[in-house]
């Protein structure tokens, strides 16, 4: 499956969560894409990869598509998250509380620095020595890393991550480390998004 679809089914389950907040039962494809802006035809080609989920006549079952899609997306349970780096990001991204309500627990930040070590953030999440990585992946079944530490230290990190046995890395350093074919990392460079959102100023109409 793409990484494409997947995100798509991210998106259809965002839509999913704010049409039961409101109180909706049902809504058919055409439905979902009118209200959100999507694509009728993709959100049908997408579900049928997991099985067939409507209903003719009625579409889809609100409540039950979004429980399927949570199973699909690996939703249904707690998943375990590591924070290394306890700079302003990593503090900021372990205080969010979208995390905790979509079924992300971050257990806790990583640093070396000194004053840091012993402290918590805002929200509480404990701030740990570095070293002790390997002890609390073991203790706490950790499924993912959040990387946010200087770039010149990313790989290194990421090598230590990755022998700590985590799987799944998300990194906000601005570089590209290397991992082993059987470890899923994600790259996500904040500049390069600001230097898009430049080339279009500078190259796009904009309205005054």
Do not use: W
């Not at 494809?29 to 579900?47: E, M, P, V, W």
Request: aromatic fraction near 6%; hydrophobic fraction near 45%; charged fraction near 25%.
């Amino acid at each position: 499956m793409s990484e494409l679809t997947t995100a798509r089914l991210s998106v259809y389950l965002r839509c999913l969560e704010s049409l039961d907040a409101s109180g909706v039962n049902t809504v058919s494809s055409q439905g979902l894409a009118t209200q959100f802006q999507l694509n009728a035809a993709q959100i049908r080609k997408d579900l049928a990869h997991f099985g067939e989920f409507g209903i003719r006549g009625v579409g889809y079952y609100v409540k039950d598509l979004k429980r399927h899609l949570r199973q699909i997306l690996g939703l249904d349970r707690s998943i375990k998250v590591v924070i290394i780096g306890a700079g302003n990001l990593g503090v900021a991204l372990a205080d969010y509380a979208g995390f905790r309500l979509d079924g992300f627990d971050v257990v806790a930040l990583l640093d070396t620095a000194r004053e840091k070590v012993g402290q918590y953030s805002r929200s509480g999440v404990p701030i740990r020595h570095a070293r002790e990585l390997e002890r609390l992946v073991e203790r706490e079944k950790i499924d993912i890393a959040v990387v946010t530490v200087p770039p010149d230290a990313a790989q290194e990190t990421v090598d230590g991550v990755v022998a700590a046995g985590i799987r799944a890395i998300l990194n906000f350093s601005p570089v590209s480390p290397r991992v082993p074919p059987h470890v899923k990392l994600k790259n996500m460079d904040l500049t390069i998004t600001f230097e898009s959102l430049s080339f279009f100023l500078a190259n796009g109409h904009v309205d005054p």
